[in-house]
Structures are given as C-alpha cells and as structure tokens.
C-alpha cells in the first residue's frame, strides 16, 4: 500500500459517503478527503445537482464519484446525512435496506418513524444521532439507566432567526422591534417538532437519547439580546440532576448552521478507528 493510500485510509477503511453538500456535509468531505480520519475513507456522495457535485470535486484533492440519493448506500458501508428535512426519507430508507449505518443530522425526522428502526433491526444497519449541536447527551443516556422524572430544553433564537419562521407567521406573533424576550412555543418535543421541522433537531436528540419526544418538554424563545443559537438542558432523576448550556458559534459557510455541528461528526468517525474512546 502506498503511503498516500495508507493516509486516506487504504482498502480495508471503513467506506464512507455523505448525502447533502452544504456547510456540514462539505466539512465532512474535507476532513476525509484530507485523510485526518484514521481507519475512514470518503469513496462517494449526494449532490442536489450535477454542477453543485463537479463543484465540490473541484475542491477535493480525490475527487470521488457523484451518486443519486437513491444508490449512495451501494458503495457505503456508512451514510452520514445533511439534507433538508424533505429528503430525509430518499436516503434514510435505502441506506437501511441496504444493511448499512446511517448517521443522521435530521433527528427530528425520526421522531415519527418508528417503520425505520424497524427495518434497521431487520436489515442489521443501525441508526446513528450525534451530538451535533447540543451537549450532555451521554450524561442522559446514563441517567436513563435509572429513573428520569423530568427532561426540559430551552432553546433561544435571536430574533432574526424566528421573524420569518411559518408558525411565527401563522400565528400573528410581532416579533420585530421586541426589546424583551418573548417565549414563542411551549410544548412536548412532538408537538413542537410539528410546528418546527427544520429547527429542532437538537431537541430531537435529547428526547432520543432520554425519556422521549412525548415526555420531553421544549420551550422555543426569541431574544434580542441574543447574536447565536442558546440551548439550556435541564435534567431531574434519581441519580443525578444537571443542567447544561450551551451557545454555538455559526459554521463560516452557512450563518444558521452551528459549526460543531459537523465536528461532532468527524469526531464521532474518528472515534470509531481510535482505541481510546471517552464519554460514549
């Protein structure tokens, strides 16, 4: 093997394709296309056109070939998705039919899909939710091996990024010129996944990873004050009680995304070469 085929992680690397080119689906192919991810290996991915795929070829060091969301799992043994919440279904379906692993970015698009974890544990692929955007997912999957009594997740937007969302809209809330917080939605993570599909994939995680989307409580802000995206945990149960803050800095690419987004990804591929792993 050469030293360069050793580097991008040779034949035996674990084979791995990204649905969507945007910030975080772009970030994830630099970091395999530049070999920093012992043991993976970028050999395919999606792109929501033919000019948008050449586009980020041109940016790889080894481009790799360009597949419809349909046929990527083929030459993957694992799928990381990035896509907008209306075509998580064209990847999320094929991807475990085929036996492979599936790491989504989506999570709220899970919430309602039950059929998917049924085919996975068919099929033998598995469903994978990283921390993306949000911390203390381990601590909760810990708890949860006891009694949780209750999980809630704040979250509070600056005002820019809820003026114009639908269900601000539709519901005649006046957001512009508030000086005052101003508490958009309270609710299940269900019932507000419903009104915020494309917004709550952090709150998705939470209840995936505790006591569920029924029984997790969210409550949606608008705030002034704010510049980035604000999420407070706040978790009771019989071995532990913590709250956690976190406040995320946009990805350079893409102002709405959260730039740790897609680290938590590479982190999480990274970790599967590595012999150490800590906070699993």
């Not at 991915?45 to 060091?61: C, D, M, P, V, Y």
């Not at 974890?117 to 006891?146: F, K, M, Q, W, Y």
Request: hydrophobic content about 45%.
């Amino acid at each position: 093997m050469t030293e360069d085929a050793a580097k991008h992680g040779g034949a035996d690397a674990l084979r791995v394709g990204v649905a969507g080119t945007g910030a975080i689906g772009f970030a994830v192919m630099a970091a395999l296309d530049a070999g920093g991810i012992a043991g993976c290996r970028l050999v395919a991915f999606a792109a929501s056109s033919s000019g948008r795929g050449g586009e980020i070829n041109a940016k790889l060091t080894h481009p790799v070939p360009i597949r419809a969301l349909a046929d990527l799992a083929q030459d993957c043994d694992l799928v990381v998705e990035c896509l907008p919440p209306d075509l998580f279904a064209q990847i999320a379906k094929p991807t475990l039919e085929a036996g492979r692993v599936l790491v989504v970015l989506s999570a709220s698009q899970i919430l309602e899909r039950a059929d998917l974890i049924v085919l996975a544990r068919r099929t033998g692929g598995r469903i994978v939710v990283p921390s993306g955007a949000i911390l203390g997912l381990d601590a909760l999957r810990a708890v949860r091996e006891g009694t949780i009594a209750s999980v809630r997740i704040v979250t509070r937007k600056p005002v820019a990024g809820l003026v114009r969302a639908p269900f601000v809209r539709r519901s005649g809330i006046e957001l512009e010129g508030i000086s005052e917080p101003v508490r958009i939605l309270e609710g299940s993570v269900s019932e507000v996944a419903r009104e915020f599909p494309a917004n709550v994939n952090v709150a998705a995680a939470v209840s995936l990873a505790g006591i569920g989307p029924e029984e997790t409580r969210m409550e949606i802000w608008a705030d002034p004050a704010l510049t980035r995206n604000r999420h407070e945990l706040r978790v009771v149960s019989d071995s532990s009680d913590f709250t956690v803050t976190i406040e995320n800095r946009p990805s350079p690419e893409n102002p709405a995304t959260s730039q740790i987004t897609a680290q938590s990804v590479i982190a999480y591929l990274r970790g599967l070469g590595s012999p150490l792993q800590v906070g699993i």
